[in-house]
């Protein structure tokens, strides 16, 4: 089984600066990575699939890259909307497919 | 506009069972292999149950092996997951996704069951 594993757990930051959240995959997945945004109280969204392409009607500040086992989620500009908790996720070797834990962006 | 609609949760106690729907719109249902992934209360998500499109194949996590059964009707549009000898740590909320491009995408707002005496 390939285990996610995001840093850091949580993040404090303020509306406007940037950040990039670090998924790392215990063995190669390629470019089989993807990101989810959950905000409280709703269902995970796709933000971004096969480690790079935004999904339709997500932002431009939302990008992503990385292949193999090191991955990045990178938000340009943080708007209020953008806290929230972020998943990364592989579909190179399943079943099963793994999630990783979560990174929650809170507002400083 | 896709729409999933899961349904049938509830309160259950240890070694009950249930079966979770699923209700899919918006999309050519039968052309879409589709999963379970549920969520633990303050938890992360954790996939459950995969089958393909023409439900030919299953899989699941070791976690519910033995257990819990899915399956789908492509000419109703639903997608099912019966649970069986539920336990304590099978509660969750279910959410059930197509695999769009290899993804998942989009989520519906998932059913809520609790394994509790």
């Known amino acids: 089984e390939i285990v996610l594993t995001q840093s850091p757990a949580t993040l404090s930051l303020s509306p406007g600066e940037g950040v990039t959240l670090s998924c790392r995959a215990s063995q190669s997945v390629s470019s089989y990575l993807a990101w989810y945004q959950q905000k409280p109280g709703q269902a995970p969204r796709l933000l971004i699939y096969?480690?790079?392409n935004r999904a339709t009607g997500i932002p431009a500040r939302f990008s992503g890259s990385g292949s193999g086992t090191d991955f990045t989620l990178t938000i340009s500009s943080l708007e209020p909307e953008d806290f929230a908790v972020y998943y990364c996720?592989?579909?190179?070797?399943?079943?099963?497919?793994?999630f990783g834990q979560g990174t929650k962006l809170e507002i400083k | 506009e896709v729409q999933l609609v899961e349904s049938g949760g509830g309160l259950v106690q240890p070694g009950g069972s249930l079966r979770l729907s699923c209700a899919v719109s918006?999309?050519?249902?039968?052309?879409?292999?589709m999963s379970w992934v549920r969520q633990a209360p303050g938890k992360g998500l954790e996939w459950v149950s995969h089958?393909?499109?023409?439900?030919?194949?299953?899989y699941y996590a070791d976690s519910v092996k033995g257990r819990f059964t899915i399956s789908r009707d492509n000419s109703e549009n639903t997608l099912y997951l019966q649970m069986n000898s539920l336990r304590a740590d099978d509660t969750a909320i279910y959410y059930c996704?197509?695999?769009?491009?290899?993804?998942?995408?989009?989520w519906g707002q998932g059913s809520l069951v609790t394994v509790s005496s």
């Open positions: 089958i393909t499109s023409s439900g030919g194949s299953t």
């Open positions: 918006g999309l050519t249902f039968s052309n879409y292999a």
């Open positions: 096969d480690a790079s």
């Open positions: 996720q592989q579909r190179s070797n399943w079943p099963p497919y793994t």
């Open positions: 996704v197509p695999k769009k491009g290899g993804w998942f995408d989009p």
